[in-house]
């Protein structure tokens, strides 16, 4: 909780999207009497049972015009929209993260040159990269960065998608070929040992606040599990994250939670990318901290004081993807805390997440597995 939130009580939230992002941003805010509305083109989106949808896409003027009047302040919970609709937002009302925090992230050359710039004297950088403009280029990015290499889309890709792996060299033209052609980014693959993000948030008031290193796993590009606190962060690794996300920050002149997630070899960290918004790797922290990502984004859109979050557990968490698993294959432990978003079953798409809470890291990571072993018939629909 951060009581300092209750003074907004009667606030009206915008929130572009109205995903489960949007739903779980409503569900925390309405504990201290915000209001909230969406904006969504689906006018099943899920959040819509936490307040008002209006049915329309961020670059449809009339639409923004509806979804604005009132509002105290806007944010958004996805970032693959046109950023001019943010500046068209802007005129009718105040939106965090501001328009260039969603333009540094949304193209992957630009994030990349500015994780750079800024993490470079930092020691932390992100993997070399290479711009490919067409499918020659695939083929000397592979020469310069050799094989394996990961060729994405630099913009619109989420999830795992508009990316590949070249494993060798010959096939670096098709599979430019294959992602469009042009657009795109080469980066060297990382034989990283694991991978962690940071969720951390700056509030409108300059105030600043991380959660601790989580380590993720991916699966097909599809998150899958988060330990948090990740095990056997050394504090110097966990101070040196801090500080270059509160660099990028300062940088980008950010307000709101920012998630960065790095590549992990031994003590060094390389950046992959960062997103301008609540995580699915912070959804931990509604059990987990006595004050939740959702809680954070809210504060720090609203100039609230915040403050570095308490851990109340070891928790582990694993989404539900593709379709939901029946209440009665989930195990029925004390710690086991289901979370469904209320969308319908199709493959790849996060439906829910569990998350299993216990008092040391090993029992909520035992947790996990059950439950992992219980859904996985489930994964993937
Ligand atoms: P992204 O959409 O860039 O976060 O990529 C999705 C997932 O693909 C990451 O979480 C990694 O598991 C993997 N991946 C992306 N880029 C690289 C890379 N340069 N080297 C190794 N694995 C990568």
Known sequence: ??????????????????????MMLAQAGAEYGLKFRFLDPNPEACAQRYGELVVGRPDDPSAVEKFAQGVDVATYEFENFDAKAIRALGEKTKVFPGPKALRAAQDRMSEKKLLKKIGAPMGIEPPAFLQVDNPGKAA???????????????????????????????????????LGGSGLIAEAFVDFDREL???????????????PLVENLHERGILRTTVAPAIDVHPELQARAEAFAEAIMENLGYVGVMTIEFFAK????????????????GHWSIEGADVSQF???LASILSVEIAPPELKCSTVMVNLIGSDPPDAVIPRESGVQVHRYGKANRKGRKIGHITCIANNARAAG????????????????
């Not at 993000?197 to 959660?211: E, H, I, N, P």
């Not at 031994?266 to 790797?281: C, F, K």
């Open 197 to 211: 993000s940071l969720v951390c948030a700056r509030s409108g008031d300059r105030t600043f606040a991380a959660y």
């Open 366 to 381: 035992e947790m996990a597995r059950r439950v992992r072993a219980a859904v996985q018939p489930y994964a993937d629909g």
């Open 295 to 297: 809680e954070q984004h």
């Open 1 to 22: 909780m951060n009581p300092l939130l209750a003074r907004h009580a009667g606030k009206l939230i915008g929130i572009v999207g109205g995903g489960q992002l949007g």
């Open 140 to 178: 000397e990015a592979a020469e310069a960065l050799g094989v394996p290499m990961v060729l994405k889309t630099r913009r619109w890709g989420y999830d795992g998608k508009g990316q590949r792996v070249v494993r060798e060299a010959e096939e670096a033209e098709s599979t430019a070929v294959d």
């Open 266 to 281: 031994g003590e060094t960290l390389l950046t992959n990318e960062i997103a301008p918004r609540v995580h699915n790797s």
